[in-house]
């Protein structure tokens, strides 16, 4: 592999505490090193260039059963003119163009965060299927009956932590989600909704419990990224009040609550829908173990896809175009696909957008909060670049507030909020945080062994939202794969895994469980490191878990 | 160690044929030779007891008949895809692996890509292509679903172990299946004769299933308008109306010999949407068997359609009628026709106006001898692969159960278009 030298650049590598310093940076077999005295065979003039490690995005729908149902559901969409891509739409990409925006965006590893256990080998395939980045999965838990009925029958937590790690072992994920806690198995039973402190009708368990129970478990596991927790009450006027109570539920364990944005809603006002940001994210700012992920919504076209079929049956009315589709699948989990069209001429949507924002500019610190539209829920990852400007750009945004077709200046603090996200804050919060926060010590970071995953902007160019679309370069595992907005190289990122250490004893019980119930044998649940490389197609790298103890 | 000549016994092997690839098999190998150890419906046996066959062992690859080494028939086919100015890649049965790479030499060549069920699986996602669809899936059904209504005119052929294995159990996680009720509507005949248990949770209904949108009028209606007679009309709206989770369902590749297909399917979806308005209900559209769920789902991912597309250059277009391959055969607009047959006992309708490659099992049948015929393994069998099941969401792997002769249908897709 050839050795790279980029020369004269400004520098942001937050996890060394570099903040727009002038340095080289020296590559030899895909990672960073320290100043080669070798021949260099490129060197690349890195003056007026900003590099940043390649970005992160830790909450993405990229991969698996609802992402490929809205592929084929909205077919009407496919009509992309962009020559450099296939037709597919940019809410619902195929595989190969999902892999090409992101790599022309500089982002070099991406975490489908819903895979079902069940459907795991789709979710790996369809991620295998992606050119350029690194990839990896959390298995989606809290729903299924045989957690339920082994947390109702009162069973001990080193039991659920055995059958925790035996999930993450068997699907080959990085980390663990809950949606809707206990709330899609209970709307199997005909439940339409499931607050934080009621009992679910057939096990009669809290979704507070569930979540103190699994939070409990991935940190005495040591796996690095906790708990990923989708609330309950997605979307509903005052559902503030449960997110709060959530992160209650986690007991000050590590949680990470994911699209807040959807999760921070009051009810005042003559609409009975408000902001309430301000007391989701003081939450967010003295908790020392919380982190969130926003899931900004920007206006256009998308589709909403979740694991959480109880509220996605819940909003199929709002389904633009009128179509939508709701599965149970396989006693684990279910699914919800419904389109969805966000205007500046819907309160709702606007307030949403304002909602977001407020969430990112009042949250202190930029490794406790990251930059998601929840991938294409909120919008596309394609409009990352004009998210960043309207967290930089105080001017912008609130040119772009005054602009809306409701008027929504009431109702929101936005335009009171001075502050401008710096290039270092933002560095933070798509490099170092999220990488911290998943365990990928040789990623996010320029450190001698670090991964040579790097993205280079152009610092000439102006407009902020410009600079960050088209990097001038993408170096990904040492090799440059983008060079002035082309595709160079076409390289395959590896998918990242943990495997935390289990008594084997629990795969008995599961192997009972099966046998009984279930449509599949256990061994044909559990993909092998064998299955990922031979037939999915995908290398795994394990991250080190250490376990833990509450004492 | 065991020697080379020992037999192997292989547990939990996925059944690469029908699309409920039940994977409870146990098979013994023993030179080559495939022994179904389970009880299982005959049906299901031979499927892979007939790759033992000595005819279907050793069989070459054939220039128009004429059998030939393997080289010739690579050098062969690079000489036909070299002249053609217009290929298409028919799948006939596949998997995920070979759907990949089907797709990845149709990109080289520009070629069209397409599978032998289409039509119907094209009407199958056309249902929440339009409106909503509430879905469910096997274990769902086997664990929740107290009544459970199958319109059937010859299912439990198609899919011989559906009943035993996945309706009729006798355990269930939510709910007494004791208490199950299964209505099996269409066909009565056939369905008892296919369906190989007796038991009484089961009630034969005999019904003309072209008129399924009259009963689930009738249902909705709460007044009987169908030919079902009043006494288990009553019987089946009683259920309904009590039970807890209701699970439909049905094989669009049966209902598409009614003309009133489209409109059948539509209306049980809406049907059931509009149970759950108070209710739980869910559809179970069960997939045909030749792959091509692995394919349909392998083609959504990697292009966003399902079938049917066209490369030019570096892109690709979708067209469900201009890219149909039958039409493009019958027209005489395509000169090369890359049939891939992995799988399927099937027949092969070659048509003579173009030239024909046969990428196939050695037990691949054809109207009229190919230009070329290379055989290939079988996934799940000589090979390992990756399938999914009829539910869509259920995807399993393919073992390697023998040392074959025979190399997989992707690694001669890639000799033969490189």
Known sequence: MPTLCLKNGNVFDPINKVFNKKKDIYIKDGKITEKLSEKIAETIDCRNKIIMPGAIDLHTHIGGGKV??????????????????????????????????????????????????INA?????????TPFIDKGGYALLGNDDFLLDLISRGANQSEINDYVAFILKATQCIGIKVVNPGGINAFKFNQRALNVDENSVRYKITPRKIVRILARAVYELGVPHPLHVHCSNLGVPG?????????????????????????????????????????????????PNLTCDVGQVLFGQTATMSGDSMKQHANHSHAHPDKWLCMDIECEAGCGVVPFKYTDQSFVNALQWAIGLETFLLTEDPDKIFLTTDHPNGAPFTSYPHLIKLLMDKTFRDDLLDQMSVDISKHTILKDIKREYTMSEIATMTRSAPARILGLKNKGSLSKGADADITVYDSNIIDIEDMFASPT???????????????????????????????????KKLKKYFDKYHTIELPNYTISNDEMSEVIGSHVNEIKCARKRIS | MPKISDSLNHKNVVCPFCSLHCDDLEITVDDSKLSVRNNIPKSCVSKFEQLNLAKFREISSSIKGNPCDQKKAFQHSRQLIKESKETVFFNSSVDVNITRESLSAASELNGIVDHVNSSVFLKNISIYQRRGYMATSLTEIKNKSDVIIVFSNNLFKTYPRLMTKFLATKDSFSINPKNKKIYVIGNKKNNKRDCDIKDKRITYIDFDNKNISDLLDSFTDKKNISSVSNKFFDELLTSIECSKYLSILWATSELNNYKECNEIIYNISAYVVALNKTMRAACLSLAGNDGDVSFSQTMGWMTGFPSRIKFTGKFFEYDKDAYKATQLINSGNSDLVIYINSLSEKKLNLNKKNKNIVIGSPSTKYNIEPDVFIPCGTPGVDYKGHVFRTDNVVSLPLSSLRLSPYKSAQQILREIIK
């Open chain 1, 68 to 117: 490929n149902i809205a592929r084929l559901m909205l077919q009407e969409f496919h009509n992309n003119s962009d020559n450099d891509y296939d037709l597919t739409a940019d809410f619902v990409p195929s595989t190969l163009k999902t892999g090409l925006q992101y790599i022309k965006m500089g982002y070099t590893s991406c975490f489908e965060p819903a895979v079902l256990p």
């Open chain 1, 239 to 287: 559902n503030f009040k449960s997110t709060i109570e959530t992160i209650k539920a986690a007991e000050g364990l590590p949680v990470h609550i994911t699209h807040i944005q959807f999760h921070s809603y009051g009810n005042n006002g003559d609409r009975n829908f408000s902001s309430a940001s301000a007391e989701i994210t003081d939450y967010v700012n003295k908790i």
């Open chain 1, 473 to 507: 370069h993408v170096i990904k595992d040492g090799h440059v794969v983008v060079k002035n907005g082309e595709i160079k190289k076409y390289t395959w990122g590896k998918t990242q895994v943990v495997k935390p250490e289990y008594d084997a004893s629990i795969e």
């Open chain 1, 121 to 129: 080998r789709q979710s790996h395939a369809e991620m295998a299927d």
